[in-house]
């Protein structure tokens, strides 16, 4: 991972992907853990092995996809400090943030909608603040949809809670159309993947 991998013309140069929730099993099918969800995915299918990496707050696994090798990681920081691993694997490995991609759950986007942007704000988003203080916002993002309660005042215990089975069931197979979707961002770019994310049915 020292050197910058062989990218076609088209496809875009991502050499990790992180992403973003809560450690520990209390937290492992929560609304806000669906980054990790998805790195977990990704992670089944392409052989990928976790390893602590204790210097770095971090789990990671490191795949192959579309010919490109890419990091895969979980921070095990707890999500508002999430930017600390972020930072430091960045620095280790000499990764730039436009090589990065983060998978986050999104509550201004409706249950198993999925979204890909590059740079922008954190929307409210405490795990994507925390990357934008340490790394900068010029890097990629995929936003997971995961609702909204309604209320202000309930999306703490919404985002920490379980969704429902009918919920659980998008948020599922919007893991699974966001990893189908990889290999085609990593091939042919963010405008094919994009088209292919942002027009999906959900449900």
Do not use: C
Request: glycine share 12%; charged share 25%; net charge neutral.
């Amino acid at each position: 991972m020292e050197t910058a991998p062989n990218v076609s013309a088209r496809g875009l140069a991502l050499r990790m992907l992180i992403g973003l929730g809560n450690p520990g099993p209390e937290y492992a099918r929560t609304r806000h853990n669906a980054g990790f969800w998805l790195v977990d995915e990704l992670a089944r299918r392409h052989g990928g092995q976790w390893r602590n990496e204790s210097r770095h707050q971090s789990e990671m696994a490191r795949v192959r996809i579309a010919g490109q090798e890419l990091w895969l990681v979980k921070p095990l920081s707890f999500m508002n400090k999430s930017g600390t691993p972020a930072a430091s694997l960045a620095s280790f490995y000499k990764i730039a943030p436009t090589e990065i991609l983060v998978a986050h759950d999104e509550l201004d986007l409706g249950v198993g909608v999925l979204r890909l942007k590059e740079s922008g704000g954190h929307g409210g988003h405490n795990g994507v603040r925390d990357v934008i203080a340490h790394l900068g916002d010029i890097f990629w993002r995929i936003r997971i949809g995961i609702g909204h309660p309604g209320s202000k005042s309930e999306v703490l215990n919404y985002a920490l809670g379980r969704p429902s089975p009918t919920d659980e069931a998008l948020l599922a197979k919007a893991i699974e159309d966001a990893a189908d979707a990889l290999p085609a961002l990593l091939e042919e770019g963010a405008q094919k993947a994009m088209m292919r994310l942002h027009t999906r049915t959900v449900g």
